[in-house]
């Protein structure tokens, strides 16, 4: 398996445009998370997707983040319009199991920079 | 708020050295996960421990889960110079939501030759 795929790898945009985050999880897998990174922050889980249907979107921080799960194979993270703020590594992860219960499998991250 | 709090922040061993890393956590859990993070890439997942495991072996790796004091460590057995970069600790909530992992800071691992 190809592990979980993430596009883009890096993204430098202008605040104010719209940013589209990909992700492709390991086939088969039920559950898809949304992580951001940074260095003040850690690690922060925004959203999560159990068999395409958000399940907590409490993370999420403002409206100007939307995530959706169209299919089982494929997921967006957009924010729009972006600021500088949001300028971290967004990472996309899957599991098979309850994601309490069982190991997480990553993609690279996408780095954002907003100008 | 971060759910796991690792110390020490960062640590720098030389290459053969163990290498000790502690987390703590405020509230019950199921399960505590260790993962690793090279620099400018994924999370990788190490080791799984379950709420009512004290002790778990994975090769060089050993975990222990202490849930009275609420604190893991991860130790790390003759280290190699690949054995450089960033774990973390996260954790599985008791009730509620089982699926939501809450990850700590992190420990920055330096392995020199």
């Known amino acids: 398996d190809a592990g979980v795929i993430q596009s883009p790898r890096h993204e430098v945009t202008e605040m104010g445009q719209e940013v589209t985050l990909r992700c492709k999880p390991i086939?088969?897998?039920?559950?898809l998370f949304w992580y951001r990174q940074t260095m003040m922050r850690g690690l922060e889980l925004l959203i999560y997707f159990n068999n395409n249907v958000p399940i907590d979107d409490s993370g999420m921080p403002e409206d100007r983040f939307s995530a959706k799960m169209p299919n089982a194979s494929f997921s967006t993270l957009k924010i729009q319009p972006s600021e500088p703020r949001d300028s971290a590594v967004y990472f996309c992860a899957s599991t098979s199991v309850s994601g309490g219960y069982g190991e997480l499998f990553f993609g690279e991250g996408s780095r954002l920079t907003v100008l | 708020s971060q759910q796991g709090e690792e110390d020490p922040q960062a640590l720098s061993i030389q290459e053969g050295e163990n290498a000790t890393m502690n987390c703590s956590y405020k509230t019950s859990i199921n399960n505590l996960q260790w993962y690793r993070q090279n620099s400018g890439r994924g999370l990788v997942h190490l080791i799984l421990i379950r709420s009512n495991e004290r002790e778990k072996h994975s090769g060089r790796l050993r975990v222990t889960l202490d849930t009275s004091k609420k604190s893991s460590s991860l130790l790390i057995t003759a280290s190699r110079a690949a054995d450089t970069a960033s774990y973390f600790c996260?954790?599985?909530?008791?009730?509620?939501?089982?699926?939501?992992?809450?990850f700590g800071t992190g420990t920055r691992l330096q392995v020199t030759l």
């Open positions: 996260a954790t599985g909530p008791n009730t509620g939501t089982a699926s939501k992992l809450t």
């Open positions: 086939s088969g897998h039920d559950y």
